[in-house]
Structure formats: C-alpha cells, structure tokens
C-alpha cells in the first residue's frame, strides 16, 4: 500500500472510530441514564457494553496495523483483548438498575455492593413490584 493511501486510509478510520464513539456515548447517555425502564436496562445493558467493547478492539486494533503498516502490531491484542474484556466485566458487574425510580447506579466501592438506590432510597436487591393488570 502506498504511503499517501494509507495515511488517508488512517485518516478514515480514526474519523470513523471518533464518530463511532460520539453516537455510542450519546445514544447510551439518553438511553442508558435517561431512560427510566429498568426491564429494558438490566437487557440490553450487557449487550451494549460488550459491543462497546469489540467495537473498540476492532478500531485500536485497525489504527494500529494502519499506523505501524505491519502485522508485528498485532501482537498489542494480547494487551488490549484481556484490558477491554476486564473493563466490560466491571461496567456489567458494578452497574444496579433502581427499580422504583429506574435509575443507573454505578457501585464505586468494589468492596461493598450497594444496598440502596442513592436516588430516592429504595433497597436494590427487592424484586420488582408485579403488575398484574389483568385481575384489576
């Protein structure tokens, strides 16, 4: 590949990894903080950060070899593969979903799982209210 392509090519790449990155972090502010069903949450929540995840692996990935011109850098997937999958297996694991107010809580303690909603108070290991509406 000749120089000028694969700088341009790189160009590319990065402009679509940044505008990747500004519609997952926008949608996931609006959907995943703003929004208020927790049953939507707590589904596809997990889905979410793992696409997350190898969609940044993918993008690091390509500048890499794009940067260095070599395949040598994919020898870095043996540090960014183990990172990114920790960082998403923390984000799944210490992220609660309130289920009176709907919102999304992250348990900075690692220590000491969150008990309570810091929104409004309620105890996060209750289950759900059932509505049953078709005996009203």
């Not at 090519?9 to 505008?19: M, R």
């Not at 972090?25 to 997350?52: E, N, S, T």
């Not at 183990?82 to 709907?102: D, E, V």
Request: include cysteine; aromatic fraction near 14%.
């Amino acid at each position: 590949m000749k120089p000028d392509t694969a700088k341009i090519l790189e160009g590319i790449v990065t402009a679509c990894f940044f505008g990747t990155w500004v519609v997952l972090g926008i949608g996931g502010f609006l959907v995943f903080y703003l929004g208020r069903d927790v049953a939507f949450k707590r589904k596809w929540f997990p889905r979410y950060i793992l696409l997350v995840g190898v969609l940044f692996v993918l993008f690091s990935t390509t500048l890499m070899v794009l940067s260095s011109r070599s395949l040598g850098a994919l020898g870095m997937l043996v540090f960014v593969i183990p990172a990114t999958a920790l960082i998403s297996y923390l984000n799944i694991k210490f992220t609660y979903f309130c289920n009176q107010c709907g919102a999304t809580l992250h348990n900075q303690n690692w220590l000491n799982p969150m008990r309570f909603c810091s929104k409004c108070g309620a105890e996060l290991d209750a289950k759900p209210k059932l509505r049953d509406d078709l005996l009203e």
